[in-house]
Structure formats: C-alpha cells, structure tokens
C-alpha cells in the first residue's frame, strides 16, 4: 500500500524520477517496513504479556507510535537540511533526494498508523475465534 500511494504521490506532485529521488524512495520503503516491525514486534510482546488480541493491538499501536513518530520526525528535519543545501549550485541533486525521502516518510507515519491499523483490527475482528486458540499465527 505504501509503494502505491508513494507513487501516486509521485505523480501528483510531479517530482522528477533521478538516481537520487529513486535512492529516497528506496529509503522511504525500509523506514516503512521498519515502522511495520517495530508494530508487530511490540503487538507480540504484548500477547507474550497475557494480553487479549485487541488489548495487544492497542498497547501495541500506542508502544510503536512515538518510535516510529520520533525517527520519522527527525529524518525529516534532515531531510529539510539538505533541500537547503541542494539550493546551491551544482547540488541540486541533494535536494532531490531529500524532497522525495520527506514525501516518503510522511506517508509513512499515515500508513504506518492509520493503514496497517485498519487491516490488523478488520483481520482480528473477521477471525478473532480462530485466531484466539493459535497463538502462533501472530508469532507469539
């Protein structure tokens, strides 16, 4: 879901696609998988805890939220560093790079929250009796 809305994103802004903005792109992808496994990860110790599936997904979400908040948040202001410093001439190559790297991570602190938070509480909420006896479905 990230990649397409990135890409949407990509064509609705028209950012030029270059070796640099392909390379923030890429970033963008492993800070979104990265969000998504600090998610699951604290969702499973919560399970390993005791906790009832929905109470994990909750303390899970909440746990995850202020990692995945504050390492977004400060790429980000270093991604607004470097838009600056690619003004110069003959960098604008960096400013590239940075453009779609925070395009990247805004997006993904939206899916990261709101996308993969919805399809967890639908999958729990369609399959909470088979999943309740297999604890090994959700890794725990």
Known sequence: VYIILNLALFKLIPI???LP???GFLIGIGTA???????FERIKE????????????????ARAWTS????????????VVLFFFGQTP?????????????????????TAVLVTRTFLYTIVG???????GRKWLVGA
């Open 21 to 23: 903005a392909i390379t």
């Open 90 to 110: 003959g960098a604008s190559v960096v400013s590239g790079f940075a453009v779609t790297l925070a395009l990247g991570l805004v997006l993904n602190l939206f």
């Open 46 to 61: 919560e399970i390993r805890n005791g906790k009832s599936l929905t109470d994990a997904l909750d303390a899970g979400f």
């Open 33 to 39: 998988v990265d969000g998504n496994i600090l998610i």
């Open 126 to 132: 369609g399959f909470s009796s088979a999943i309740a």
């Open 68 to 79: 995945i908040r504050d390492s977004n948040l400060s790429t980000i202001i270093i991604c």
């Open 16 to 18: 030029t696609i270059t």
